[in-house]
Nanobody, 120 residues
């Protein structure tokens, strides 16, 4: 199973980006995690097949996760970006677990990562 993630890039602080993630097969819960330079991987947001969502406190109110089941794609709309949002963002998905969990070990499938760089 492959997860194709895209949408990363360079943006100024206060700007917006939208990430996309398209699995090669049906999935239930989908999520985004990130790893900033010199830091551990951390949870960002998750969504289940019923559109229930879960967010890290650091992004709540700025980021929005959504999915379009017709095209089997999840999105992460990132607004009001801050310097500390700079990281490699990873898409994750699972074929069976259908809750928007923040637990990385719950997800069997992982994408290759897309770099988001926020500049001042």
């Amino acid at each position: 199973v492959q997860l194709q993630a895209s949408g990363g890039g360079l943006v100024q602080a206060g700007g917006s980006l939208r990430l996309s993630c398209t699995p090669s097969t049906h999935t239930a819960a989908m999520a985004w995690f990130r790893r900033a330079p010199g830091k551990e991987r951390e949870f960002v947001a998750a969504i289940d097949s019923g559109d229930r969502t879960n967010y890290a406190f650091s992004v709540k109110g700025r980021f929005a996760i959504s999915r379009d089941n017709a095209v089997n794609t999840a999105y992460l709309q990132m607004n009001s970006l801050k310097l500390e949002d700079t990281a490699v963002y990873y898409c994750a998905a699972d074929p069976e677990i259908d809750i928007p969990t923040a637990v990385a070990a719950a997800y069997d499938y992982w994408g290759q990562g897309t770099l988001v760089t926020v500049s001042s």
